[in-house]
């Protein structure tokens, strides 16, 4: 597949995220850089309840379906947002500054994009690569799965996936069901690697963008600035979605950083300097409008992956604890002494459930025993600092410094940004360090380092920029006006000699600095010659795989070991995988005992029985190969040492690949 030939499959998800969450938000109040950021966290949500919704209701979920699902979604928003809101005035024209400053942020949009998009593009080399990894092997077969089904509902869609089918407990499958509706142009891979670009890398950029505008309003450089900044991080969507494929994580995280953008514009008295945004024209009931954007932002936040709750809870805390705060003040000075400190105190309250619900809750606490790896805390500062190889120190030290700076400068203008990064840098180095009480709060997720580190570079971001324009009005004053006491008129021009100045610095340094490494690590899950372990299938094998499409029943299922190619012809045909994945945990008894003894074909009646019940009529064999201490014969070694000769039937074969099919049950 040619790079244009997935133009088709990327507008069409860029509409679906796009245009039914910007029609909302623009329904209930909400404009300009917030609307366009919000619009695919409220398409999420929305998508999020639909599949939820039609499951119930046995309706199948394809394009056909889910469209006129969004448009009535669309519908209630404008709805509420009529009611709500006042009748709307004639219009007035643009200020020119208004125009230039958004004209600025969407070339910095569009050049964080560019950046980010190109290193993922030279690392597959062709958009319908196919990734060779754990996580992105089940999202690619739970893809597949809900397209052949037609059910996403988070209740147990993908329950199929696991050998007991088992999944009545909540799975997110807002990604999956975004898939589903893209691979009706190209397929699941060509769908899955279009939307890491149009679902993860534009929505994050839109994102940390609009926090930018929040934060500083008066400054549009910041926002312009902010993405490209993004486009530095190789950790993400790089490490987190491009690599480890943690698909439903990525685009939650991905959608964090405009809801929390909305949630701030909602709360005024965040600013001090009195600098407005549009949401503060809105008085008396009108105000409740943009609120129920927020809500739908913040459920395609948590449907996308259930982290999102505390994503939200912890990065939000420091500006709901003092927008309360500073509200339940002035009722108390109004005489509503119990009122103000309820107000005050419901969000510390709120954020002492979260953090309770770590320890308490068995699913959060199983969660929180998961078996990370530990490290140390200074490791993991060093870390963020000069990065994890020689190659990116350069970018990553330059980065930092603007960060520094710029966590100087929010904290004197928006001081809950600075305490919103410093509560990620706390969390991230918690889930960095040994375990204990403040590891077990990162619980959320996995105690993982990596996911706690795209938080931390998402809030990064918007401090780097503010600190490059720090740092670009500090050069200013080097020059002949500024030193003779000159003054210029404010506004996006006063600074800008030295904010481009920067910004040639952290696109000189920091992103080719890290651009090999952003690109070596996307290419370690697609590309079978560099990837981090043995290749499950080369791309002659995959090539093979999928022309079993041609030759294969539609019914058919095909057992065969997951990590040496068999996993693959559910996603690449559509037949069944009878081991579709790869964790041990998802694996029932009948398919464990087929992994110890499926050799025994002829001479075992249990094998047989197993292979009957579950209506598996096909073998796929391929040669033992290397993989860890015990190579894959030592993991799964009933699949290895099969007499092909007696009681099956060569059906194809490319290499040392074949599939068989089974007469000896019949």
Known sequence: MTWVEIVPTAALLLAVLLVPGWLSVRGLGVGGLLAVAAAPAVTAGALGVLSVLYGLAGLRWSLVTVLPGLGLACLVALACGRALLPPPRAPRAR???????????????????AIATSAFAQALGAPDTVPQMHDSLFHLNGAELAARTGEVTPLGAMGGLYGDGRGGGFYPTVWHSVVVLGAVVGGVVPATNALVVVGVVLPWMLGVAALAHVAAPRRPLVAALAPVVAASAVVFPGVAVMFKG??????????????????????????????????????????????????????????????????????AAPAVVTACWRL????????????????????????????????????LRAMAG???PEGSPLAALGHVLVGSTPQQ???????A?????????????????????????????????????????TGFWYKSADRLESLLVTVGAVLGAWGALALGRGLRMLLP??????????????????????????????VPGTADEQRATTAAAYQPDVMVHPAWATPEELDFIEGLGDVLPEDAVVVGDPMNGAAFVQVLTGRRAYIPVLGESALSADQRYLQENFHDLTTDPEVCRILREHGVEYYYEDAPMPYGAVGLVGMRPGF?????????????????????????CD
């Open 95 to 113: 200020r020119r500054a208004g125009g230039g400053a958004g004209g600025l942020v969407a070339v910095g949009v569009l050049a964080g994009v």
């Open 246 to 315: 943690m698909y439903p994580f990525g685009l939650s995280v991905a959608l964090t950083p405009a809801t929390l953008a909305l949630a701030a514009a909602l709360l005024p008295t965040l600013r001090p300097e009195g600098e407005a945004v549009a949401l503060d024209a809105l008085r008396g009931r009108a105000r409740l409008a943009p609120w129920l954007a927020l809500a739908m932002a913040a459920a395609g936040v948590i449907l996308a992956h259930s982290s999102g709750l505390a994503a939200l809870g912890f990065l």
């Open 328 to 363: 339940g003040s002035s009722q108390r000075e109004a005489g509503r002494a119990l009122l103000g400190w309820a107000t005050a105190l419901a969000p510390v309250a709120a954020l002492v459930l979260l953090v309770a619900a770590v320890f308490t809750v068995p699913k």
């Open 370 to 372: 998961y078996a990370s």
């Open 393 to 399: 120190t350069a970018g990553a030290l330059g980065v």
């Open 401 to 441: 410094v603007l960060t520094l700076v710029g966590l100087v400068t929010a904290w004197r203008r928006a001081r809950w940004l600075a305490w919103s990064w410093l509560v990620a840098l706390l969390l991230f180095v918690a889930a960095a360090g040994p375990d204990g009480p403040l590891r077990t709060l």
């Open 481 to 510: 006006d500024a030193r003779r006491g000159r003054r210029r008129a404010p506004g996006p021009g006063s600074a800008l000699a030295g904010v481009v100045a920067i910004a040639l610095v952290v696109l000189a340094v920091a």
């Open 640 to 664: 290895y040492g099969v007499d092909v000769m007696t009681g099956l039937e060569l059906v194809a074969s490319s290499g040392t690949a074949a599939v068989y099919r089974i007469e000896a």
